[in-house]
Structures are given as C-alpha cells and as structure tokens.
C-alpha cells in the first residue's frame, strides 16, 4: 500500500520540477538576453553594471534550473518503468544529461562576463551563446524528440501534445541558433508538459482516498 502511494506521487514530482525548471530557465534566458541584446555578435559593447547584475542574477538561477531539470527527467523517466525502449530511454537520458552538460558550461562562460577585462568579456559572450544556442538548444530538442515518443507509445500524451513537441523539437533543431528568442520554445514545452502531468493526473491520485 505505501509502495503503490510512493509510485502515485511520481508524476506530480515530474509535474512540479517541470514547473520549476521551465520557470527559472525561462527567467534567465530573459535576463541573459535583455543584459546582452546583441548576443554573440555584440562583441564591442561595453558591458555596463546594470547589465552585469542581471547576467550576475541569471548566473545564479541556471544551477536551480539544472537541478530542477535532472528531477524532472528522472521522474519522467520513471513513469515509463518497464514498459521503455531501451533505444529510446537511452537517448532520451544521454540528450538530458548532455544538455544540462553545455547548460553548466555556458553559464561558466557567461561568467567572464563580469569581468572587467573588454577582452576577457568578448570572448566569453561568443563562446556562451554558441554553446546555448547551437549546442545546447539542439540537445534540448533530442530530449523533446524522445520524450514526446515515449509519451506516445505510452499513451500517456495526447496527440496534440505530441505534435506540439515534434513541432518544438523540430523549431529548436533547425532554426533555434538563427532565431533570437528561440531559447524559450524549450521551457514553454516543459511548462506545458508538466501542467498536463499535473492536471491529468488529480483524479488518479484521488482513487485511494476513498477506501480510506
């Protein structure tokens, strides 16, 4: 009886990091953004204090995000059980894990940023919007690929869920590096992903209440 209670709370933890993780990645695609408009091709534009607190502020929060991130895929993860391609499950967790591999990386090179150093400052811009937007972004829409296939076979994600992240994937995949703002399509579909987890999933969870 607890193990069945402990597997039903699954989806609702898969459902709050989702919410978590879209929120503060959103947040500091925002602020890196607004703090630095030009992006990787702003190269010669002194970056003034305003615009280092918000890189500094959006720096604090991508750990969050990946933390939050890592939960939100293991509980996804755990709610296929037995019933996952190993094909499937295996480039779903190798996009995750990838992903918030290049996440980390580009918020330390976002950090020289701060950095008095003009030069110093040049290069980490480059090199942190190149491994968000190119390298990142297109893991991103592995993982969108895979679990979106996962929630198909499962019968867990209706269809139009499943066309909104082939559509997501496919947004990140091509044009995602030559779209400013293309960033966001990543937590915008895990936000809507882990509502639908959360809002499916209320009568599920009421079942065993009433014997009680």
Do not use: C
Not at 6 to 33: C, D, K, N, Q, S
């Amino acid at each position: 009886m607890e193990q069945k209670h402990e597997r039903l709370g699954t989806p609702r933890a898969a459902g709050i990091a989702g919410v978590v993780f879209a929120i503060l990645m959103a947040a500091a695609i925002v602020l890196v953004r607004l703090a630095l408009p030009g992006g990787a091709g702003g190269d010669e534009v002194a970056v003034d204090a305003g615009q280092r607190r918000a890189v500094q502020t959006a720096l604090e929060l991508l750990p969050f995000a990946g933390i939050a991130f890592l939960w939100f895929m293991g509980a996804l993860r755990d709610q296929a059980g037995e019933g996952e391609d190993r094909f499937i499950s295996t480039v779903f967790l190798g996009s995750g894990l990838v992903f918030v591999a290049t996440l980390f990386g580009s918020a330390a090179a976002a950090g020289t940023v701060l950095d008095e150093s003009q030069q110093h400052s040049a290069f980490g811009r480059h090199f942190a919007y190149t491994m968000m937007t190119t390298y990142a972004m297109r893991m991103a829409a592995v993982f969108i690929f895979t679990t979106s296939t996962i929630g198909r076979r499962l019968g867990v994600f209706p269809r139009p869920l499943v066309i909104l992240g082939y559509l997501a994937g496919l947004t990140l995949l091509v044009v995602g590096a030559n779209l400013p703002w293309a960033e966001l399509v990543f937590p915008a579909w895990a936000l809507i992903v882990s509502l639908h987890i959360l809002l499916g999933r209320r009568p599920a969870r009421s079942r065993p209440a009433t014997p009680a």
